[in-house]
């Protein structure tokens, strides 16, 4: 992925798998985060021209609280949190999950935050209008997944969010090289809300995605 990545002109690559929680895709437990950390690291040191971050998708329980400690989510360069589990809840009480994961320290960015799947999932309920707010004033980036079955952010809410100047960032959601050509499809979705290259995270070089306190909350 790094070598695609480079190959596509990329100076950073942040690696995201899922945590284990929900057991979506093989998700990564305390152990084989750790070991991903560390292989990452020895990455870093051999591959010349790009550099990887270690990340996670971490799961927001129905609570609200995150299925990894806080202890380890400090060692990574950077945090996703995604709502991936029961997603019938009220708007009241998904809009108050989502809350408390932007609250904390840890979390860099909110992954899809309606869920929606074209065209077999409904977004789930929730007050976007509060997330926005949320999201500005714990410095936290939200997503615009440029998967073709989510695109999420949509249009609508990715306006209001530059509007109300949230820092936005554009994902693949990649699970293979050829999926890292999505990234048209996010860019499509960020036209569409008027973004411009400043409102969008990673259109920022490497050293200014390091320095920026507007960026990740950041370890990197």
């Known amino acids: ?3 695609a990545a480079k190959g596509l002109g990329y100076e950073y690559l942040a690696i995201t798998e899922h945590s ?3 057991g979506i895709a093989h998700g990564l437990d305390a152990e084989r985060l750790r070991q991903q950390i560390s292989e990452i690291r020895e990455l870093n040191q051999r ?3 790009i550099r990887i971050l270690s ?5 927001i329980r129905a609570d609200g609280s995150l299925d990894i400690p806080d202890e380890l989510l ?3 360069d950077i945090v996703i949190a995604a ?5 019938g809840q009220g708007e009241e009480q998904m809009t108050k999950r989502i809350l408390a994961a932007l609250e904390n320290p840890n979390v860099d960015v909110l992954a899809h935050p309606t869920c929606r799947l074209l065209p077999d999932r409904e977004p789930v309920a929730v007050n976007m209008e509060e997330v926005f707010q949320a999201a500005l004033k714990n410095k936290t980036i939200l997503e615009i997944n440029a998967m073709p079955s989510r695109l999420d952010l949509k249009d609508i809410h990715t306006f209001r969010a530059r509007e109300l ?6 994902n693949t959601d990649a699970h293979s090289t050829e999926q890292l050509d999505f990234i048209r499809f996010g860019v499509g979705v960020a036209r569409r809300g008027w973004c411009e290259a400043s409102d ?8 200014e995605l390091i320095s920026s306190r507007q960026g990740l909350k950041c370890r990197v």
């Open 1 to 3: 992925m790094a070598l």
């Open 20 to 22: 284990s929680g929900r």
């Open 47 to 49: 591959i010349s021209g």
């Open 55 to 59: 990340g996670l998708e971490v799961d």
């Open 74 to 76: 400090e060692e990574l």
């Open 83 to 87: 709502v991936h589990s029961s997603l």
């Open 165 to 170: 100047g949230v820092t936005l960032a554009i």
């Open 200 to 207: 969008i995270l990673n259109t920022r070089p490497l050293e």
